[in-house]
């Protein structure tokens, strides 16, 4: 009867030289980002200000009570896409009697380092 070790080999280093995609490759994945990006959608949501309140004063607001918010009126808002900041702009009226927003910033990558 043999014996055999259960233990295995000592790990060994090997070196991979990373792959490159094919030529083709890269030029459909531009195709398809260029073509597609452009039909995803995103939630774009305005936010003129925000407010830190209790449960308590949050129970007691009643049709007419005033929430005041950390801006001014004329401090510019913030416009955001899927939750990320990407503009400032101002309210303004539009036809119909409706809001709108006119983009008055766009917010650089330097500018959300610096906010965060």
Same mark, same amino acid.
């Given at each position: 009867?043999?014996?055999?070790?259960?233990?295995?080999?000592?790990? +060994?280093?090997?070196e991979?030289?990373? =792959?490159?995609?094919?030529?083709?490759?890269?030029?459909?994945?531009?195709?398809?980002?260029?073509?597609?990006?452009?039909?995803?959608?995103? +939630?774009?949501?305005?936010?003129?200000?925000?407010?830190?309140?209790?449960?308590?004063?949050?129970?007691? +607001?009643?049709?007419?009570?005033?929430i005041? =918010?950390?801006?001014?009126?004329?401090?510019?808002?913030?416009?955001?896409?899927?939750g990320?900041?990407?503009?400032?702009?101002?309210?303004?009226a +539009?036809?119909?009697?409706?809001?709108?927003?006119?983009?008055t910033?766009?917010?650089?990558?330097d500018? =959300?380092?610096?906010?965060?």
């Amino acid at each position: 009867m043999t014996s055999k070790s259960n233990n295995p080999a000592a790990p +060994t280093e090997v070196e991979v030289e990373p =792959l490159e995609p094919p030529a083709e490759m890269s030029k459909a994945m531009r195709a398809i980002k260029n073509a597609s990006i452009d039909a995803v959608k995103v +939630t774009m949501t305005v936010e003129i200000g925000r407010v830190s309140m209790s449960i308590k004063e949050l129970r007691q +607001t009643r049709q007419g009570t005033v929430i005041p =918010l950390d801006r001014a009126v004329g401090d510019p808002i913030d416009i955001r896409a899927n939750g990320s900041l990407i503009a400032r702009g101002e309210v303004v009226a +539009t036809e119909g009697h409706k809001y709108g927003i006119r983009v008055t910033e766009i917010v650089s990558p330097d500018d =959300l380092e610096d906010a965060s």
